[in-house]
């Protein structure tokens, strides 16, 4: 069995990134996403052990102590982890796992897991992004300024990332992502280790 591969999906709020990585699951084999765990408040429509591991800032900080997580970062004042156990468990398995977190948490894991791959998702303009968070009408003017500011800051990082995907039209931008998970498994070490039986019958001198 081959060992599947850890994706970074990045990408300031409100660029799609989320909708774009539930196609990607619904739409390639052996896909799952990393559920994190954070000190947030749960949102409307969320399920705790599906969406996020929803815990307090003791239990997070208890986790954080015992080195269970592979990363941690603190967004919007909230923390966010993601369970080194998990991670492991799932790629020995053979599944390719999507990791959803910031550009710092993404740093980390690029440091610790060297054969990981990154992308960055962009939103095709200021204003989409702006109207995007705007849409959601789950936060208040004063937030999504600030949330706007942030996405700035956070979207100068997209050259430490391996792909790039302009969200535009939903449907080419779930094909490009898509692409990239498909293309990766096509590469020689990978087809190697989940075909080797047929390569070395394929191989085999005639008798």
Do not use: C
Request: aromatic share 6%.
């Amino acid at each position: 069995m081959s060992k599947g591969t850890l994706y970074i999906v990045s990408a300031p709020s409100g660029a799609g990134k989320t909708s774009l990585v539930h196609a990607i699951v619904n739409n390639l084999p052996d896909v799952v996403v990393s559920v994190s765990h954070t000190t947030r408040e749960m949102r409307q429509g969320e399920v705790d052990g599906k969406d996020y591991h929803f815990v307090d800032d003791a239990q997070f900080q208890q986790m954080v102590d015992k080195g269970d997580f592979l990363e941690h970062a603190n967004v919007f004042g909230n923390h966010y982890g993601t369970s080194r156990q998990h991670i492991q468990e799932q790629l020995l398995s053979g599944k390719d796992v999507v990791l959803e977190i910031d550009w710092q948490g993404a740093r980390q894991i690029r440091q610790l897991m060297s054969d990981s791959k990154s992308i960055y998702i962009l939103p095709p303009s200021i204003q989409t992004l702006t109207d995007r968070l705007k849409g959601r009408d789950q936060d208040s003017d004063e937030v999504i300024e600030s949330r706007m500011r942030e996405a700035v800051s956070e979207m100068t990082h997209y050259g430490e990332f391996d792909y790039i995907v302009i969200n535009d039209d939903f449907d080419q931008s779930a094909e490009e992502l898509a692409s990239i998970f498909v293309s990766n498994r096509l590469l020689l070490n990978q087809q190697q280790q989940r075909h080797s039986k047929l390569l070395a019958d394929l191989l085999k001198p005639n008798t």
